[in-house]
């Protein structure tokens, strides 16, 4: 029966009845197991197959990937299957880790979700007739940030108030108050606003005396339907 200690050369030698023979053997031993690298981050839903390999005393290897075991420190945060491939399900930090011989190697990633999306540059009043470029901001957990106006699906509660285009332009259409929703992978955010139009002008003063060669300033007023007034003075015909 053959122990073996450690890695290394090592030469058997048998004798009977005047009968000799030696054999010479190569003892290897695992020296250490590594696994590739994980990324840093990973958004949810994100998947990475990761590769455990085994390294000998000789200087050869061979693939761990479906001998190792393989394990996470949270499996809400990441996931992994027993041939190493990584899924991202929710917001955390979590450790991946092989096993195989008695070693191990282990990478770790931040996994970051989508927490809000933000909508711009909607003002609080439009005027019918006015078109305004609306932006969409994707706020993440790791406080990151993308530009997500053109992967955005928008929407509008009243077109016939406003309406809004698939890349976010928005156009009052007819006085009254609406909302802009812009939606991205599961998210959304809104943004408010009333639309306002001219529902009369006055012209003041209302009643004038002329004299012959004289003159006299009139001043339009327009009154909007959200109760404010602008003068028009140099706009109206």
């Not at 020296?31 to 590769?51: A, R």
């Not at 901001?137 to 928008?154: E, F």
């Not at 002329?210 to 109206?236: E, F, W």
Request: net charge negative; proline share 1%; hydrophobic share 35%.
């Amino acid at each position: 029966i053959l122990s073996i200690i450690g890695a290394g050369n090592s030469t058997i030698s048998i004798e009977h009845n005047a009968l000799y023979d030696q054999q010479t053997i190569a003892v290897v031993v695992i020296e250490s197991l590594s696994i590739s690298t994980l990324s840093n981050s990973m958004e949810v839903g994100e998947t990475q197959q990761l590769s455990s390999t085994a390294n000998y005393s000789n200087g050869s290897t061979i693939d761990a990937n479906n001998l190792a075991t393989w394990s996470s420190s949270n499996e809400s945060t990441l996931s992994v299957s027993t041939s190493g491939l990584v899924t991202a399900v929710s917001a955390g930090n979590a450790t991946i880790t092989a096993s195989f011989g008695g070693l191990q190697d282990s990478s770790s990633s931040e996994v970051y979700a989508l927490q809000s999306l933000s909508v711009l540059d909607l003002p609080a009043t439009l005027e019918v007739g006015v078109s305004q470029q609306l932006g969409s901001t994707a706020n993440y957990s790791n406080s990151s940030t993308i530009d997500a106006s053109s992967l955005a699906t928008w929407n509008s509660s009243n077109e016939s108030i406003l309406s809004v285009s698939s890349s976010g332009l928005v156009t009052a259409v007819s006085a009254g108050n609406a909302t802009i929703t812009a939606t991205f992978d599961g998210i959304q955010g809104t943004a408010d606003t009333e639309v306002f139009s001219l529902s009369s002008i006055n012209i003041t003063p209302g009643a004038v005396t002329l004299a012959i060669d004289s003159s006299q300033s009139l001043t339009a007023t327009g009154l909007y339907t959200h109760d404010s007034t602008s003068n028009l003075s140099s706009s109206v015909t």
